[in-house]
């Protein structure tokens, strides 16, 4: 029966051959690296009953459950969606979007992650393009998500104002700031707006809340890790709201559509005709 079967159609299904003849591993849609503990039960419940009682952690926060016959895969997707879990995908298209846990668990965080990861994941989730396409959200200058390995990375940031009238000029925030971007001038902390990244630490270690931050979005484009590596280039300031972030990722993705090769990555198609063109697109989203 398995020699019937449209191997290729079960790969973009989240499905994968194994080594074992009639076997593959299923990979699942964990968004943003979240899932439940009823999800958990579920997934272990299945790997249990159709695998070999364990599940694989893949590198991008993802489950896969290895060792499922592919005569069990549509009964084992039945049971999966009991809990709330779903097939991941493979293949020439838009992975499930990645992030750490941001703002509303890390101390360090400037940016709600995990619902940003979510809204991605509904606006591009599955999207047929020349080539696999990743997303990452990283809440941080800490980048513990490693945004600029994507082919779109999303890092949190504040622009920061300071409040002289309630610093006590503690130098507190100097300390913290790890690009020598403020020091101490007559009792007053100054700014060099050209070395500071946004990190926000002054902002999360004044005792008396003498610099005030502004979330936003700094966003990189054409990462890589694998048999090439990349690291994504920023083309665009601070991103003030998620509309904007929404017009430039979807100029982004739009772009290497159009643009790009069949089995061709973003960076790939950036290299060949150059990164003017996605320049101007992007600057076109970014102004409105």
């Not at 694998?226 to 280039?233: C, F, L, P, S, V």
């Amino acid at each position: 029966m398995a020699e019937n079967i449209n191997y290729k159609e079960l790969k973009a299904g989240g499905f994968m051959s194994q080594v074992q003849k009639g076997y593959g591993s299923l990979r699942l849609a964990v968004i943003g690296g979240n899932l439940d503990t009823k999800a958990l039960k579920v997934v272990a419940e299945v790997a249990d009953k159709y695998g070999n009682g364990y599940v694989h952690m893949t590198s991008r926060q993802g489950i896969e459950i290895p060792f499922i016959n592919v005569n069990d895969l549509a009964e084992v997707k039945k049971e999966l969606e009991k809990g709330g879990v779903s097939a991941g995908v493979c293949g020439p298209r838009v992975r499930t979007i990645t992030a750490c846990q941001g703002i509303k668990v890390c101390p360090s965080g400037c940016i709600d992650t995990y619902t940003l990861a979510k809204e991605l994941n509904d606006r591009y989730f599955g999207r047929e393009l020349p080539h696999k396409f990743k997303f990452g959200v990283t809440g941080c200058q800490n980048n513990c998500l490693k945004a600029e390995e994507n082919d779109v990375g999303i890092k949190g940031g504040m622009t920061v104002t300071y409040k002289e009238d309630d610093c006590i000029s503690c130098g507190v925030c100097i300390k913290a700031c790890r690009e020598n971007a403020l020091k101490m001038v007559d009792d007053k902390v100054e700014i060099d707006r050209d070395l500071c990244t946004y990190c926000a630490r002054c902002v999360k270690s004044c005792p008396t809340d003498a610099w005030e931050g502004e979330a936003g979005y700094i966003v990189s484009f054409g990462g890589t890790f694998g048999n090439k590596i990349h690291k994504a280039k920023e083309y665009l300031p601070i991103i003030r709201d998620k509309e904007t972030l929404f017009k430039v990722t979807d100029a982004a993705i739009d772009y290497f559509e159009a643009n790009a090769n069949k089995s061709e990555r973003f960076r790939a198609t950036l290299e060949r005709i150059g990164e003017e063109g996605l320049k101007e697109a992007l600057n076109k989203a970014y102004q409105g």
